[in-house]
């Protein structure tokens, strides 16, 4: 009985949390902690690579580093009819549901793997965000959405002169 209460309640009032999956975080940290490990057997079998080693070593913490902080950083949340989050790279937002002009879906298939991926862009007037069909909460945002469509923008039409 309590199960179907609190669906009721969140049909009324949706709540739901967009974001990357944990296992994504954990690939990256083996795959850095791999790459490491070799770059010290090969830093200490050979003498006059200990330089470039460093230096490998560094370039691979930092690029492995903001791939994992840009996964990290991006979230949406969905409270009613009210949509928020970060980018990326870490830029607020915030906006209605009403607000949003355009969506769109665009499909890929994966040349590495056996399966097919999809983008949702959500486009408002000042703020385009893309959400993969492998995060955590993307049905529940599709469901959410509805059918892609465009609308008219209440604010930012932009009218030649």
């Known amino acids: 009985m309590k199960q179907s ?4 309640v969140n049909s009324l009032s949706p709540q739901f949390t967009v974001a990357n999956k944990k296992s994504d975080f954990v690939l990256l940290v083996i795959t850095f902690v791999a790459l490491e490990i070799i770059n010290l057997i090969l830093m200490l079998g050979v003498d006059k ?7 490998f070593a ?3 913490f930092c690029i492995i580093g903001a791939i994992m902080l840009s996964m990290y950083t991006f979230v949406l949340r969905v409270n009613g009819t009210e949509i928020s989050g ?15 002009v355009n969506t769109r879906y ?5 040349t590495y793997r056996s399966c097919a991926r999809t983008i949702l862009t959500i486009e408002t007037a000042d703020l385009e965000i893309g959400i993969d069909s492998a995060m ?3 049905q529940e945002l599709v469901r959410y959405l509805g059918k892609p469509n465009k609308r008219k923008s209440n604010k930012g039409n932009k009218q030649k002169k």
């Open 136 to 138: 955590v909460g993307y």
């Open 86 to 100: 970060r980018t990326a790279l870490g830029k607020r937002f915030r906006f209605d549901k009403s607000e949003i």
């Open 49 to 55: 690579y200990f330089i470039v080693g460093i230096v």
């Open 5 to 8: 209460s609190s669906k009721m």
């Open 106 to 110: 665009q499909h890929y298939r994966a």
């Open 58 to 60: 560094v370039l691979t």
